[in-house]
């Protein structure tokens, strides 16, 4: 089992940066494939980058070259650094573990964080 704490939702202006973090404690993330999913008002929950455990990511089409989703095992902490953000980042970004192999479906992951607000103004 493991408990998932979101932070480093902002709202920020086209162009714009932002480092989410999603703080593990009960178990150490790097025993779960760690993802971060968003979603948007209005829209189904899309998933944005895995890292597996042995630290291979990957990322959806459309932030690929944006963003950067890294693992800091010493702190247990998973972070998704977003750079260039675009109106269309717009979206509540949730963390979530599970079971490996790493997938895109949200219902491969039991366990997942409240979320955090990314907004992004043009």
């Known amino acids: 089992q493991v408990q998932l704490v979101e932070s480093g939702g902002d709202s920020v202006q086209a162009g714009g940066s932002l480092r989410l973090s999603c703080a593990a404690s009960g178990s150490p993330a790097r025993d779960f494939c760690m993802a971060w999913f968003r979603q948007a008002e209005g829209k189904e929950r899309e998933g944005v980058a895995t890292i597996a455990g042995d630290g291979s990511t990957h990322y959806a089409d459309s932030v690929k070259g944006r963003f950067t989703i890294s693992q800091d095992n010493a702190k247990n902490t998973v972070y998704l650094q977003m750079n260039s953000l675009k109106p269309g980042d717009t979206a509540m970004y949730y963390c979530?573990?599970?079971?490996?192999?790493?997938?895109?479906?949200?219902?491969?992951?039991?366990?997942w964080g409240q979320g955090t607000q990314v907004t992004v103004s043009s």
């Open positions: 979530a573990a599970g079971s490996p192999p790493c997938t895109w479906s949200s219902s491969s992951y039991r366990y």
